[in-house]
Structures are given as C-alpha cells and as structure tokens.
C-alpha cells in the first residue's frame, strides 16, 4: 500500500482528504469505490467528487471496468495543478527534480554542490536551480512546496539539522526555514536516507510494508519503512547505523570521536582513505565504483570488507526488525562485490526466520530515489493540510 493510502486512515472517512487519499494512493479509481470503500451515500460521494473537480484538483479521465451497467468514469488527481520539487544533497553533488501532484517526476537534473560550502552557498543553488526548472514549467503549474533531503541527522519533526559528520557549518541551521525564505513556499526537510527509502517504497509499496534501505555513498546509513510508514523513531535518528562500533575497525578514529564505527570503515569515504593510505589514488566513491568495474583487485577488496562490515551490522538489525526488504542504494550499492559482501554476510548471520521472506535488492530507482521520496512526502504533506475541498493546495 502507499504511503497516501496508509495516511488515509488517519483522515475523517468520508472527508474530502480521505476521497483525495484513496484516489492517489490508487485504491479507489470510481465514485462507486469511493462509497463501497468510505460507507458514504452515492450522492454524498458525487458531491465530494464534483467540489474536488471544481477546485481544479481532481480531473475525470476516460471509463474504468463495467460491472453490470455504464461504464464508470474514472477519476485522477490533476496531475498539471501544480508542481513540487525536490532537492537531493549529497556530500559533492545534488540531484533537483520537479514532480507533477500525481508523484511521477517532470524533470531532474544532477550536478556538483560541495556540501562543505555550508547552507547560505548550498542552498541558494538549490534554490536557483529550482527556480529554473519551475520557470520552463506552463505558468499554470506552479510551485507549491519543496522537499530537501541532506546527507545528516535532521531533528524529526523540525528542518533542523543535528551534528552531521561531514557537513561543516550546518550543525543547528534550521534549513526547513532558510530554504522556505528563498523559494516562498512551504519545505520540508529529512536525512537522505529516509527520502530514499520513501522513493524506493513507492515502487514496491506492497511487497515491502516493512523495509530497509541502506544508502551506502559518501556516509552510510538507513532509512527505515515500518507498517507501511516512514520511521522516524523518538527525535529522528532510527536508522542511523554510522557509528555502530564493528569487529576489526577498533583503530580507526571517526568524526564522531569514537573508534571503530561502522562509518568510519565502511562508507566510500573511509575507503577512500584507505586506498590512498596504500597509495592507490582514488577521487572519491563514484571512481571506487568505476574501478570495480574494471576488477581493480586492490579496490575489489577494500570494497568486500566494507561489505562485510555493514552486513554484520544490517544482519543485527535484520533479526530484530524482521523487515520484508533490503535495498541497497547509493554509489557503492553499484559496486557488486559491495553488494554480494552484504548479502552473504546477512544469509551467514541472520535466524533462518528472519530471512525467510526477506528480499534483499539493490536500488530500483537509483539516483532518483531521493528525489522521488522527497517529492512524495512534501504532496503528502500538502494533501493533509490543503483545505477540506483542496482549495488552498490550489491557492497558494
Ligand atoms: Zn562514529
């Protein structure tokens, strides 16, 4: 089930959020689904139906299946009333995109951002390219809102980010209210990790209520997806599994101050200074990626031990979570001896029951993943605040 669908039990039934809710989430396509599945009078949902359309947020488009008399109309979300965008920030470059009201993705465009130019410089590129992606967009299709997702811990709840490791100047900035000022719209503001594993859960929302994602770039870490939902935990940090302290890392300082922490010898950047410590002159973890490509054995295996690390790290979390997927994503989740070092770390370490349903794949969205998440957490979010007919979601 989607993330609308599952939010759609949080709605009044019958109310106009619920109708929208069960439209984008695909679960009711007709008036008739509408009054099965809310309990409504057929008039009552026509009405419901008939504001929703002439508030300009619901369009009727083509019949659906017969089942005895007329074919009946089927209805959609207007996918041309306006646009959201979305922003991925990684350590060294981002990903902005446009999404149309239904979630599916207008336009992106990946370029290089040194996150360590600090939020001012950062975000006001975000917000330049956003800017103009909208401005090529017809002038009727607006931008109602922003998702920015930042490779850091962000306080749930809030867009404040809390200690990163590698994002100097950051720590505290509350980037929800600094981006809203340059774009003039609402944002909205979660680790990369999570809007990941929203965009991957999109694309397999039913066969995995329950999942996993691990981004593996830069930093390493997860975002976690249970009953259907994005958790966050008490104040944002689930899924962070950067400095969980590993077997055969206890020499290694990290940025956190400790020794032996998952990220500090397993992340592509700790693979980065390795391989120069040995004196392989590596770029950074798109270069690991594109050497293992070519059997560089040097790369292949620091990569296989980074691997191994974090699947006996994600094999911990596996039991006690007991998750339906693993997803594996960002750059080093390209790299295959990466991948196969987690898989059969988690299959040696893992009860015979806790993988028993587990599916453990890499990235279907890929570099889109983020950007999906985001896009389709900020339309939740938008759908859940617009007035009850929706007219505000058109307004603004
Ligand atoms: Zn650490």
Redesign the pocket.
């Known amino acids: 089930m989607d993330q609308a669908a599952v939010r759609a039990g949080a709605f009044a039934p019958g109310s106009q959020h619920h109708v929208l809710a069960l439209i984008r989430s695909g679960v009711a396509q007709t008036r008739a689904e509408l009054a099965r599945i809310t309990g409504l009078a057929p008039s009552t949902v026509s009405t419901r139906v008939d504001e929703l359309i002439s508030g300009g947020i619901l369009e009727e488009a083509g019949n659906g299946r017969s089942t005895g008399g007329r074919r009946p109309r089927v209805l959609r979300i207007r996918a041309d009333a306006g646009t959201v965008a979305a922003v991925d920030l990684g350590a060294n470059h981002a990903v902005v995109a446009l999404l149309d009201l239904s979630g599916g993705i207008i336009t992106q465009r990946a370029f290089p951002l040194d996150i360590a130019a600090g939020p001012d410089r950062v975000l006001a590129v975000a917000a330049e390219s956003v800017r103009v992606l909208v401005e090529a967009l017809p002038p009727t299709q607006r931008l109602l809102g922003v998702a920015v997702g930042v490779p850091g811990p962000v306080r749930a709840g809030t867009g404040t980010v809390e200690s990163p490791?590698r994002m100097p100047g950051w720590n505290q900035v509350d980037v929800g209210a600094l981006m809203s000022s340059l774009v003039g719209v609402p944002v909205l503001v979660d680790n990369d990790s999570n809007l990941m594993a929203v965009g991957e859960f999109t694309m397999r929302a039913a066969d995995a209520p329950n999942m996993i994602m691990l981004k593996a770039g830069t930093g390493i870490g997860c975002g976690v997806i249970a009953s259907g939902r994005l958790h966050h935990g008490a104040n944002g940090a689930a899924g962070d599994i950067?400095?969980v302290r590993v077997t055969g890392g206890s020499e290694v300082i990290?940025?956190?101050?400790?020794v032996g922490?998952l990220?500090?010898v397993a992340s592509g950047a700790a693979l980065v200074r390795q391989l120069h410590r040995e004196g392989h002159e590596v770029a950074d973890a798109s270069e690991i990626v594109r050497r293992a490509r070519d059997a560089d054995p040097a790369v292949a295996r620091v990569l296989r031990h980074a691997g191994r690390m974090t699947g006996e790290v994600l094999a911990t979390t596996i039991n006690f979570f007991n998750p339906n997927a693993l997803v594996i994503g960002g750059q080093l989740g390209l790299a295959e001896p990466f991948v196969a070092a987690v898989r059969s770390a988690i299959y040696e370490l893992c009860l015979p029951m806790a993988v028993k349903e587990l599916t453990i794949d890499v990235s279907r969205a890929g570099s889109a993943a983020g950007v999906l998440g985001g896009g389709h957490l900020m339309l939740d979010q938008l759908f859940a605040e617009s007035d009850e007919d929706g007219s505000a979601l058109i307004a603004r």
């Open positions: 490791s950067s400095h990290c940025s956190c101050g400790r922490c990220d500090a």
